[in-house]
């Protein structure tokens, strides 16, 4: 009720509050404070690529602790996108942003010295939060292609050839239906995972030559 009346007043103001929301959500680290707490482990000093990631977790903390860090690493993604969809709807061109917002957060980690993830499980939590449209599937499904049928490797150039097919399939297909707003969001959210991608390969030759 409260989201329908600052609507009426100022849209603005209500795109506003679910962008920052979305970001913010995205910005808190689960798979490096879950872990930290409960089993006083940091992924990030354990791996090899000091990803605050989900499958780190999985490998250095158990499946149990995977499984609850994936979850909330793919609900921060999903929850504000999915309100976000219900109450201003997904046709207006920022809710793009909004797809945006909880990814970038990810990716930027303001509250952990900026030093952000890769977005995968959040960016499928956001894709999770439009069903019944596919767009989940334009990421999903060219990411079993590269991991089963033609095999990509090493993991981190699977994921950038992912993300860029899953980017040019999606806004394709929603630039021709007329959703370009899920489309540029579907842009938006590749370039950013692909860019963190590329960050982290970076930042790992930084450390070896060190």
């Keep these: 009720m409260m989201i329908r009346y600052l609507q ?6 209500v795109w506003t509050l679910h962008i920052v929301a979305g970001y913010l959500m995205g910005s808190i680290m689960f798979c490096r404070w879950i ?26 903390c158990g499946v149990p602790m995977g499984i609850l860090c994936l ?22 061109m920022p809710f793009a942003a909004v797809m945006m917002a909880p990814v970038l957060g990810h ?16 960016a499928f939590g956001v894709l999770l939060a439009l069903l019944p449209m596919p767009t989940v599937l334009f990421l999903a499904v060219p990411y079993l292609f590269f991991s089963v049928i033609w095999v990509i490797k090493p993991n981190r150039i699977r994921s950038i050839v992912a993300f860029a097919v899953f980017a040019v399939a999606a806004c394709t297909y929603y630039t021709v239906i007329g959703l370009r707003s899920v489309g540029m969001g579907c842009g938006l959210i590749a370039g950013i995972a692909i860019v963190r991608h590329l960050d982290r390969e970076k930042l790992r030759r930084i450390r070896e030559g060190a």
């Design 107 to 122: 990716a930027t980690a303001p509250f952990d010295h900026f030093s952000g993830g890769k977005c995968i499980a959040t």
């Design 71 to 92: 979850f909330f690493d793919a609900s921060k993604g999903f929850l504000p996108v999915y309100l976000a969809a219900h109450t201003v709807g997904v046709a207006p």
């Design 35 to 60: 872990p930290r707490r409960v089993l006083h482990k940091d992924v990030c000093a354990l791996s090899d690529d000091h990803n605050p990631g989900a499958a780190n977790v999985f490998q250095y």
């Design 8 to 13: 009426a007043q100022d849209p603005m103001m």
